[in-house]
């Protein structure tokens, strides 16, 4: 089965996509399906016998949506671990054909919709040059596109088999060219997110509609070695705890408009370093770490505040075991500028 897209549809996909790419993207939870991971898991599944346990929990923990977090229902942990226990034997038998890998996952996880959308994960992960990321979102997402271009997709509306990722894949790789960016890396992460948003478009607006707009961090991942500022130095930044990696990419994502550090409020601070800046996924973890970064606690100068008390009062709930993990949402007015220390002149 192919799909055979015309050069006049694939404009017309690709026209709708940038026509609604911006309100499905203000949606996505960035912080859930952080990008960089995936090109080291892809690298460490090339050679399955190497993958440890941990790798395994962590990466199905990112297909799951619950990347560096401990709180996944039930279904998925129970889906873990039975990948780590069946791990040795699937390595052991060395299968190389992808009908014997879906079938081997398939079988182990059951084709109900979590263990398909884990099945075609691993599928990507030790294939990704034969299979694109998809799970039962991102097929939902092809047959509606492909309707929109008068697309025959009633074959399609069935259970979901390994047909179904080879027909994604196509369609995927078939729009891939088509969309406009700077980058063809960053082209494949935006059409996976949107294909990823637009199939659970009516979960994500439900939940936009209770906490507003998703932010796309403007720093995902901090590389210490390769860390370049014209006009701040995050090398002076001693630590490498979250609160540290925040500040990095404060100073980053300030670096584009360094008289903006001269005129910072807490709120525009938050702005700029959304959940997920510096690969710090996990709510609780950057709640504490923000905490962390506005206070002294371990040395810290980051910042100076118009109301020194408050530099304090941020020290106090940093080392307070029962802080309140929204502090800093408290004081988003108060008035603060980057320590000269971390500036170049």
């Not at 919709?113 to 997402?141: K, N, Q």
Request: charged share 25%; with cysteine; hydrophobic share 40%.
């Amino acid at each position: 089965m192919t799909i055979n897209l015309s050069e006049n549809k694939k404009k017309a996909l690709i026209t709708f996509i940038n026509q609604h790419f911006d309100e499905h993207m203000s949606r996505f939870p960035y912080a859930k399906y952080p990008a960089e991971p995936l090109d080291i898991w892809r690298k460490q599944f090339a050679n399955p016998s190497s993958v440890r346990p941990d790798i395994l929990r962590s990466a199905l923990s990112w297909q799951c949506g619950y990347w560096q977090r401990k709180d996944a229902p039930h279904v998925y942990k129970k889906i873990a671990i039975i990948a780590i226990k069946a791990w040795p034997e699937f390595t052991d038998q060395a299968l190389t054909d992808p009908s014997e890998i879906f079938g081997y996952w398939i079988d182990k996880f059951s084709s109900d919709t979590h263990g398909f959308d884990a099945t075609s994960y691993l599928l990507h992960l030790l294939l990704p040059e034969i299979f694109e990321l998809a799970d039962h979102y991102r097929l939902a997402a092809m047959r509606d596109l492909l309707k929109e271009t008068g697309h025959d997709t009633t074959a399609q509306e069935t259970s979901p088999d390994l047909s179904d990722l080879m027909l994604y894949t196509e369609f995927f790789r078939a729009l891939l060219p088509k969309m406009q960016t700077n980058h063809q890396d960053r082209a494949r992460v935006q059409l996976d997110r949107f294909l990823k948003a637009y199939g659970n478009r009516e979960v994500l607006a439900k939940v936009a509609g209770k906490t507003g707009p998703t932010i796309e961090p403007q720093v995902p991942y901090v590389d210490w070695e390769k860390l370049t500022c014209q006009h701040f130095q995050p090398e002076s930044i001693v630590a490498r705890s979250n609160a540290d990696i925040l500040f990095a990419c404060l100073l980053i994502a300030l670096d584009k408009t360094p008289e903006q550090a001269s005129t910072l409020t807490i709120a525009e601070v938050v702005t700029l370093l959304p959940l997920g800046s510096g690969g710090i996924c996990n709510p609780g973890s950057y709640h504490y770490a923000m905490i962390a970064m506005f206070g002294g606690q371990k040395g810290r100068d980051f910042f100076i505040f118009e109301e020194e008390a408050l530099s304090t009062a941020f020290t106090e709930q940093a080392n307070n075991s029962t802080r309140d993990m929204r502090f800093y949402h408290k004081h988003e007015h108060a008035k603060i500028s980057i320590n000269p220390r971390y500036t170049r002149t």
